[in-house]
């Protein structure tokens, strides 16, 4: 099984940043599909992120967030600028084997989740 853990969340008030790491273990980087995931209490859970041999992202972050790569680390980041109230969740990374899905049965290895509040 693959092991993800995500680091970075907490607490930034709105139109600040933060990012978010996803190091995994049992995996390379250029093998795997990653999504970063995020479910808000009542919600389902939504991708906003994937990376593949490309990037894609939810329209809810585009232009805002960005996903990439640090090979050496075996790490995923996804930077977060401009945040807002409504993207206070319980960020997750998960991997699987490509193509990207928006889909969360694709993705069979998860981390834990990190907590991001952006208080209004």
């Known amino acids: 099984q693959l092991q993800l853990v995500e680091s970075g969340g907490g607490l930034v008030q709105p139109g600040g940043s933060l990012r978010l790491s996803c190091a995994g273990s049992?995996?390379?980087?250029?093998?795997?599909?990653v999504a970063w995931f995020r479910q808000a209490p009542g919600k389902e859970r939504e991708e906003v992120s994937c990376?593949?041999?490309?990037?894609f992202y939810a329209n809810s972050v585009k232009g805002r967030f960005t996903i990439s790569r640090d090979n050496a680390n075996n790490t995923i980041y996804l930077q977060m600028n401009s945040l807002k109230p409504e993207d206070t969740a319980v960020y997750f990374c998960?991997?699987?084997?490509?193509?990207?899905?928006?889909?969360?049965?694709?993705?069979?290895?998860w981390g834990q989740g990190t907590q991001v509040t952006v208080p209004s």
């Open positions: 998960a991997a699987d084997w490509p193509p990207c899905s928006v889909e969360p049965s694709h993705f069979t290895n």
């Open positions: 049992g995996f390379t980087l250029d093998y795997y599909a």
């Open positions: 990376i593949s041999s490309s990037a």
